[in-house]
């Protein structure tokens, strides 16, 4: 079936599992548009810092308790215990700190400048080795060179390689590993039950019949596609976002899949028919944590967008995954993720929405920005994309009264190309005013508390207090970002 049945297919491969597919141009995405990422999608971490202070004072508590815990043991083998507090230095190995996915750096710049102001005794982040780990060099690059780790620098470090077996790193020395917004981007099929066998999707890819007549070396630019060689393609129009997918269904072939038995059982739970994500890369992530992690490790962190509800991933409408700047990304399959976890032995294993996460650290109800823009009385299609770029910074300004934030940072707030004249200088001036130290991006935590002191503001552009209040408490969408836990 394909995605465009108005495209003329030109044919630039073979027939592959989905996951193949996903992981051949998942490399070619970051590799032509890695720079570019934020014209694509945000995340949670690109310049908000509510998550990372979330880990940051959770990490700092933990690590805390269990040296307490540590000090009482050695109370119990008969060590004084007027003895003097531990200094760092006696408190050896250091922590190992490792972030999966390391994106803009921004996450672990405030996760280690929240956990250095938590640390008023210097017992904990004296002692943090914060490793970032990607596949890609220039990702690395990037995220080392944000600015606010500069102050970090000496016990910051990048790794290149593979997140799904992080060479270089001993067998359980690390003592706490994050990844955010990562698990969609790696391998994941798409499997359902059909007349007593398992069956997954294949894809085949195409060029739209547009782009297909710019090119001229077509066989150059075949060869190019299949080899990954990104400098060739370069020379050639810009090709992502013209893919067309066929896409058929074939019996899975499980000499390739791990996890047989587990995929297996959890289907039998999904009506025939329904396709559900298998995370795959997901699964070698918890893998490679459970070599990794110390026994007494704080644990492993993840966040992502997905489900764990029975009744949504047996939905056969829910929607499996999406497309950004012609790159696959996934909802994440908690229930299997869950599964496949105890198949590992690993344990303590906690699903929960991740708001609830960063909320239960700041101890008020949270909401985006994203949400809060939803409760809008105007909000939705019917707005153009130039009159929704007005409601945005009209709502950024009338939160950045009250707002504060602990770090300077530019709005990062491209306008839309196609707007009147006038209104594209109202709104480039409205984004000039804005206050680096207020609102930090449009994906973004807010307060029950900042809502409130902002309500007379926000009231001014159109909202309604009701229904902004109605939305702080409002159980979790069907499909929701979700912190997943383990140890």
Partial sequence: MLQDADALPQLIGDYKPLDEWQAHINTLFYRLRGDKLRTYYQTFASADYRLAHALA?????????????RGQGREARGESKDAPPPSPASLAPRLIVLELGP??????????????????DGLVYPRVRYVLVDWEQSILDGALAHPDLVPHRDRVEGLQG???????????????????????????????????????????PNLSEMLHATIQDWSGFVRAFEAKDVERLKTFPAFLDDLVWEKEFRKVEWKDV?????????????????????????????????????????????????????????????????QFGGQYSFMINFALVEAVAKHLGLGRITIEPQREFVGRSLNTNVITLMDLLATHPSAGPKLQSWEQDRLV????????????????????????DKMPQEERETLNGMLLSLKRNGVPDTVAYLTEEELATAAPDLEGVGYD??????????????IEYHHFTCK
């Fill in 258 to 322: 791990p996890y047989r038995k587990t995929i297996t059982e959890f289907l039998k739970t999904i009506d025939e028919q329904v396709l559900v994500p298998v995370n795959l890369g997901a699964f070698a992530t918890l893998k490679e944590a459970k070599r990794l992690l110390a026994p007494d490790a704080v644990g492993f962190s993840a966040f992502d967008a997905g489900t764990a509800d029975p009744k949504v991933l047996n939905d056969p409408d829910k929607p499996c995954y999406g």
């Fill in 393 to 416: 910074l009209k709502t950024i300004k009338a939160l950045n009264e009250s707002y504060e934030s602990p770090y300077s940072r530019k709005l990062d707030f491209p306008l839309q």
């Fill in 103 to 120: 994106g803009n750096g921004n996450l672990a710049a405030c996760f280690l400048s929240h956990l250095k102001t938590l640390d008023k």
């Fill in 162 to 204: 593979s997140v799904e077996h992080i060479a270089g790193v001993a067998d359980h020395s690390v003592d706490r590993i994050i990844c955010s917004e990562l698990w969609n981007d790696l391998p994941t099929k798409l499997m359902a039950r059909n007349a007593g066998e398992i069956e997954e999707e294949y894809l085949r």
């Fill in 57 to 69: 004072a959770d990490y700092f508590e933990q690590v805390t308790k269990r040296e307490k815990a």
């Fill in 465 to 478: 207090p009701d229904t902004v209040n109605v939305a702080l408490t409002a159980p979790p969408s069907p």
